[in-house]
């Protein structure tokens, strides 16, 4: 069974810190995308990636980045959490040729 | 970028009745046109998807009709069953292969 696997289900940080979310599958897919779901606003892009070292950004990318040194790896970045970052972060992964996507099952992080 | 609003927002309907969602896209050059469902607590899955090239495709009791002309799809549920119960949500791209924009989502609640 094809996994994506987020290192953490739920995250509690203060505002000002660095937050790391954790977003990692094995099934050898090229892209990589992260998510914010707020109630009432769907699933937001934030970034997403095509390729090792590459990133692109979505529609929200302010205030994070990302980094993806491995094909398997793909980490969301918070360079100083703030309160309206509170969110559910949600990983995907899904082959060049697609289809679809493979979602992980969500950080939700709470910033206080 | 691509938009997709998607109706209703809630949706409740008897057990046996039928449930459609509908979601318009912005962009013409979109072409790939997935629904997924998410369960409370878990995480978003494929339940069917269409491509540009098809108007209608069937999968059991969920059916997805595409109007490219209008740019609207739609989701069509027959006899709905509790289990039915979650948020759906439409998304379009420019292909399998490429992100997804999602619409903000429709609560579909089945009473027995």
């Known amino acids: 069974d094809v996994k994506v696997t987020q290192s953490s289900r739920y995250l509690v940080k203060r505002t000002g810190e660095k937050v790391f979310l954790e977003c990692v599958q094995d099934?050898?897919?090229?892209?990589m995308f992260w998510y914010r779901q707020d109630p009432g606003l769907g699933l937001r892009l934030i970034y997403f990636?095509?390729?090792?070292?590459?990133?692109e950004k979505g529609d929200i990318p302010e205030g994070y980045s990302v980094s993806r040194e491995k094909k398997e790896r793909f980490s969301l970045i918070l360079e100083s959490a703030s309160t309206n970052q509170t969110s559910m972060y949600l990983c995907?992964?899904?082959?060049?040729?697609?289809?679809?996507?493979?979602f992980g099952s969500g950080t939700r992080l709470t910033v206080v | 970028g691509e938009n997709v609003e998607q109706h209703p927002s809630t949706l409740s309907v008897q057990e046996g009745d039928s449930a459609v969602i509908k979601c318009t896209y912005s962009d013409s050059a979109s072409n790939y046109f997935p629904w997924y469902k998410q369960e409370l607590g878990k995480r978003p899955q494929l339940i069917i998807d269409i491509r540009s090239n098809v108007g209608e495709k069937k999968d059991q009791r969920i059916a997805v009709t595409l109007n490219k002309t209008a740019k609207h799809f739609s989701l069509h549920i027959t006899e709905t069953q509790p289990e039915d119960s979650a948020v759906y949500f439409c998304?379009?791209?420019?292909?399998?292969?490429?992100?997804?924009?999602f619409g903000k989502g429709t609560l579909l609640t089945v009473n027995p």
């Open positions: 099934m050898d897919h090229e892209n």
């Open positions: 995907a992964s899904s082959l060049l040729q697609g289809p679809g996507y493979t």
């Open positions: 998304a379009a791209s420019r292909g399998s292969n490429y992100k997804l924009t």
């Open positions: 990636s095509y390729d090792v070292k590459m990133k």
